[in-house]
């Protein structure tokens, strides 16, 4: 019964932190232009983002098999509040820069720590719990952004509501601490002291090393290296496409309650999407379910040019994209989740957030280059041929994963 209360929590807790970070996140890069960054700098500055994950996602990881998901969800949250207080302050690039790395570490320490959170019990107890927490992550994807819209809408300069909606979003991170405070309390932790990994290892030198090693032997798991590769893939293409959308939607002429209903849309579809996932994972096998996801989402880049010359056609387009992405995460949780003790989930999912971040880290940097060089419908629409041609590669990878599992 306290198990089924804290997957609970996790899946709605999840939720309003997807929602605080929607609220705010679409109007970072726009909120960066209005400062005077370029396109280069824009691209850069979303790197950097995924830049301090890279370096602390095994040891998260660890800590969170250490340490318990509900206090190191406290300290996520402590940095989340750090980066949306930053940005409600900045008035140029170095402090925008700082709340990028608040805002990597909070998302890697919180995502990971709720998907370990949920990711407890038999093998259909937690299958059901991820989809719900997959649905309601959508679900905050999907009212971030008509929140922040509607904040932002309600000031005559685009400055001063980009500002409000950073605020709103930071004194959402103060309700949800407060929750986190309440449930962290009757919480059963983890006996520090009977854990595997004391704390003094984690934060040494050696153990820094020690805890990637232990990722890195989770990965010769075939089922963790698919659900790692599709997992790299999607997260490729929606950081491109979260990060540079609205900027885009901005240049062809889309007002900023237009480009928050896009994005709201998105996560709509993505939490639409969970209601099918059942049907469709009982007819067809979970490679091709993510590689027909990868497929959409990359056709979506490369179509966006094209569909920006209608409000109705963009509109649709983002729908599709936020399907083609809604499917991936549970799927690729559940395949990993499958092959690996409940002992090393938090470990398990500090390596895929790991990998997210290579991604996040790859997809604006580069996409940045292209558009500062070439212009953002000709980074579009080579980004789109890019990716269409590295997911019939995928294809191929995923037909040998289905057969060695025949055999």
Known sequence: MQAERYRQFGVYAGGLFFTITGLSGQFF???????????????LLVTLRAVLPIFIAMPSGQLIDSIGPMKMLIAGNVCLFLSLVL????????????????????????????????STGD?????????????????GGMLGPLLGGLVASAFPGQ????????????ASCGLLMVALLWF????????IAEGDVQLTEIFSVGGFFA??????????????????????????IQSLYNSFLPLYMDSVGFSTMIISTALALN??????SRFV???????????YILSAAGFAAAACVALTPLAAANVWTMLALVTVMGGAVGVNLPVSIMIMVDAVGETERGKLMGLRLLVNRFSQVLSPAMFGVLGHAFGLTAALYGGGVFLLATMFGFSAYASRTRQLRGS
Do not use: C
């Open 211 to 236: 805890s990637y090693r232990r990722g890195i032997d989770l990965a010769g798991n075939r089922p963790v290296q698919f659900g790692l590769t599709a997992t790299f893939l999607i997260m490729y």
């Open 123 to 139: 093998k259909a107890t937690r299958n059901e719990a991820i989809k719900k927490y997959s649905m309601w992550m959508s679900a």
């Open 277 to 287: 996932l059942g049907g469709l994972m009982s007819r067809l096998s979970p490679e």
């Open 267 to 272: 996560g709509l579809s993505g939490m639409l």
């Open 87 to 118: 940005n409600a302050t900045a008035t140029g690039v170095v402090v925008l820069a700082l709340s990028q790395f608040f805002l990597g570490a909070s998302v890697i320490i919180m995502a990971s720590s709720f998907q370990v959170l949920v």
């Open 159 to 170: 400055m001063d509501g980009y500002r409000a909606a950073f605020y709103a979003a930071a």
């Open 29 to 43: 890069t726009l909120y960066a232009q209005e400062l005077g960054a370029s396109t280069l700098t824009i691209g």
């Open 184 to 191: 962290s309390r009757t919480y059963e932790h983890p006996r």
